[in-house]
Nanobody
Framework: LRFSCRRWGGLVQAGGSLRLSCAGS????????IGWFRQVPGKEREGIAC?????????YYARFLKGRFTVSSDNAKNTVYLQMNNLEPMDTALYYC????????????????????WGKGTQVTVSS
């Protein structure tokens, strides 16, 4: 399983928006649960959101997001997106997408320990 992650946009100011995409190859996104996670140096990786495969479509979000981020997918492109709005400096982190088979508790609990496949991180920096 391979991921190609991309940030659509550059440095963003507080209050701005940014979109990340994660394209998969070697597997069908719809058959997996796809999660987004982020990590700041010196801190533990934290879960942001997770979407079960296309057949289910259930999506789980971290409560601290307060509705600012949205996950969507384009199954034809085997790509998952993370739309981030009203960004805050505290959102600055290295963002990752990850996949796991669509069963178990890793996705709904946003538990990064339960994710099996990881893409390379994409840096998001939000200035104040």
């Amino acid at each position: 399983l391979r991921f190609s992650c991309r940030r659509w946009g550059g440095l963003v100011q507080a209050g701005g928006s940014l979109r990340l995409s994660c394209a998969g190859s070697g597997f069908t996104f719809g058959d997996y649960a796809i999660g987004w996670f982020r990590q700041v140096p010196g801190k533990e990786r934290e879960g942001i959101a997770c979407m079960f495969g296309a057949k289910d479509g259930s999506t789980y979000y971290a409560r601290f997001l307060k509705g600012r981020f949205t996950v969507s997918s384009d199954n034809a492109k085997n790509t998952v997106y993370l739309q981030m709005n009203n960004l805050e400096p505290m959102d600055t982190a290295l963002y990752y997408c990850a996949a796991t088979p669509p069963y178990g508790s890793a996705c709904p609990t946003l538990n990064y320990h339960g994710m099996d496949y990881w893409g390379k991180g994409t840096q998001v920096t939000v200035s104040s």
